[in-house]
Every structure is written in C-alpha cells, then in structure tokens.
C-alpha cells in the first residue's frame, strides 16, 4: 500500500471485504474536514445528534469513542444507513477490542446472519494491519435514496480524516 494518513476498508453487509484502499487529507475538502473536526470536538467522545446543517439535518450521527478507537454510525431519517469502526493505532489493545465488539455486533444483525458469505462474516477485518484503519458497512437499505448515501459516504470520508489524520497534518 502507498503512504496515505488513513485507510478505509469497507466491507458488504455479508462480511466480505470489498478492498482496503489509501486515503490522503489532501484529497478532501478542507472546509468539511474543518466542519467534522468542530463536530467532534463541540459534541465530545460520545454523542448523537443530527448533522447541524439546515440541509443534512435528516441525516443522524452516533459516535461512541475510548482510547483512540471509535464506533461511527450514520442514519438517514432514523434507517441505518453505515456502521464504521475508526482505528487509530494509539492504543492497539483498545482498536482489537473496539473491533471485536464491532465485528461481534455486526454479526448478530440479522440482515448478516441471513446474507453472510461465510461463518464468520468480517472476519478479514482482523487481518489488517495498516493503521490508522476505518472500516466501513454501508447498509443499502432501499429506503435511502443513493443521492442520501452518496451523502453519508461523503460525509464519512470526511468524519473519518477527521478522527483519524495524523494529528499535525489537520
């Protein structure tokens, strides 16, 4: 993999990783980096709350953070839309346990059990190894309209440079 200040690794609601892909701050809006950064730090390490933008208020944020790992959930008009486990590779024990309690909860939706390509869906999400890491499960429920996601996968991206850029590049 080439040097990037984060990797993304998005997985099928079946568990099958779909690829692990490089991502540089460079390749992001620094006004919307700005904007999830302010986010994060005016709502804390947990939170819920709508995106405080007139036009994205339909649009929910969860985040649910300890010692450098942090559980992302975006919803659109209260139907999930992804579920997102950012790694930063601070604290290692702490990004083992936050993605085994994801991968543990993943595996419990019934959406995967009825879909899942294997008996341990996410498993793969074990074997990487860059850092810092968002893994990512976009839901494809009908109901959300693909102008909603291109949204969500938009806004993700940004949350995700946000959490997890290097601390002096942001």
């Known amino acids: 993999m080439a ?3 984060f990797y993304v690794a998005p997985f099928v609601f079946d568990g099958e990783l779909e690829g692990i892909g490089g991502w ?3 390749q992001l809006s620094p006004k919307w980096l ?3 950064s302010e986010m994060l730090a005016e709502q804390g390490a947990n939170f819920e709350c709508a995106i405080p933008l007139p036009p994205l208020e339909h649009i929910s944020l969860r985040v649910t ?3 450098g790992a942090t559980l ?3 919803s659109v008009r209260n139907r999930p839309a992804t579920s997102g486990a950012a790694l930063s590779g601070e604290n290692p024990a702490a990004d083992a346990e936050v993605l085994r309690m994801f991968v543990d909860s993943l595996r419990e939706v019934p959406l995967v059990r009825q879909a899942a390509a294997t008996q341990l869906p996410f498993e793969a999400a074990f074997s990487i190894t860059a850092r ?3 893994v990512v499960i976009p839901w ?3 109901d959300i309209s693909e102008d909603d996601m291109q949204l969500v996968h938009d806004l993700q991206k940004h949350l995700a440079g946000a959490l997890l850029a ?3 590049a942001a």
């Open 132 to 134: 810092p890491l968002f």
């Open 3 to 5: 040097t990037s200040d």
């Open 72 to 74: 992302v959930n975006f």
């Open 34 to 36: 700005a904007f999830c």
């Open 140 to 142: 494809a429920d009908p």
């Open 65 to 67: 953070s300890s010692s």
């Open 166 to 168: 290097p601390r002096n």
């Open 24 to 26: 540089m701050l460079s």
